[in-house]
């Protein structure tokens, strides 16, 4: 039988072991969440790390192409920095896309808090705009509007896309064209799906056949002669971790 003195010694050591098997287990834990977010592309609770992938537009608007389709797609795909004029207007940048995507959400005509109505000639050039780029990568949509100018799905890429289109056509319909908008809104959608535009643009790339969005992409860009070598390179090993998609569909 123990004494009382040597029931509280043990009872203490008994204590101390579990608070070491506790902080122990506490230790591999964070360990193994740390690994996962690695994985996933995500770091410090951000929504992901593309930060050695990031490419910044030029003054003039355009991106820099070096004749490698791997280095071109991921060029082509992830911007970051403001966007000229609406950028600070909005206050996003390419870089918080999650947040960018809550701002410009909030104009889509037809689930928007902040809806912008159009008419008339706008609603034509919203619609042309609409009708020629999808959030296909998360609910399959064909295109973000139907041929009337309603949304075709309600997911939150399409939402901010459509309200992006909405703004730019209400607020600065005499600075960007269909086109340029369209280049705006592919933009956006790289940041949303890096993983499977970078695929999609270096596959067009190879191919020469390009669908309207990333069409928008190259719009006044003096495309590289792709050798035959560069046909069906690999991507750069580090996409493999990049997220498939920001936000929630």
């Not at 929504?47 to 820099?64: A, E």
């Not at 619609?127 to 999808?134: E, F, H, M, P």
């Not at 309600?154 to 600075?175: D, F, N, P, T, V």
Request: charged share 20%; proline share 3%.
């Amino acid at each position: 039988m123990l004494d009382l003195r040597q029931e509280k010694s043990l009872f203490f050591f008994l204590n101390l072991g579990l608070i070491v098997l506790i902080l122990g287990l506490f230790g591999v834990n964070q360990i193994v969440m740390a690994k996962t977010m690695n994985a996933m592309g995500m770091k410090n609770n951000s929504m992901f790390n593309l930060s050695s992938f990031d490419k910044s537009l030029n003054k003039d608007g355009t991106v820099d192409l070096t004749g490698d389709i791997g280095k071109d797609a991921v060029s082509l795909a992830l911007f970051s920095g403001q966007p000229k004029i609406y950028g600070a207007e909005l206050n996003i940048a390419f870089d918080r896309a999650a947040a960018a995507m809550n701002a410009m959400k909030v104009f889509d005509p037809t689930y928007g808090s902040q809806k912008i109505t159009l008419s008339g000639a706008d609603l034509q050039r919203y619609t042309d705009v609409g009708l020629r780029i999808a959030c296909e990568f998360c609910c399959g949509a064909k295109a973000l509007i139907d041929k009337n100018g309603q949304a075709a799905c309600g997911c939150a890429h399409s939402q901010a896309m459509r309200g992006l289109a909405a703004y730019l056509i209400q607020k600065h319909g005499a600075e960007y064209t269909n086109d340029e908008i369209l280049r705006e809104l592919a933009r956006w959608k790289g940041r949303y799906f890096p993983k499977q535009m970078i695929k999609k643009i270096s596959e067009q790339l190879q191919s020469g056949q390009y669908t309207p969005d990333i069409a928008a992409l190259v719009l006044n860009l003096k495309l590289p002669k792709y050798s035959a070598s560069n046909v069906g390179a690999p991507l750069p090993s580090e996409i493999k971790d990049l997220p498939s998609m920001v936000g929630g569909c």
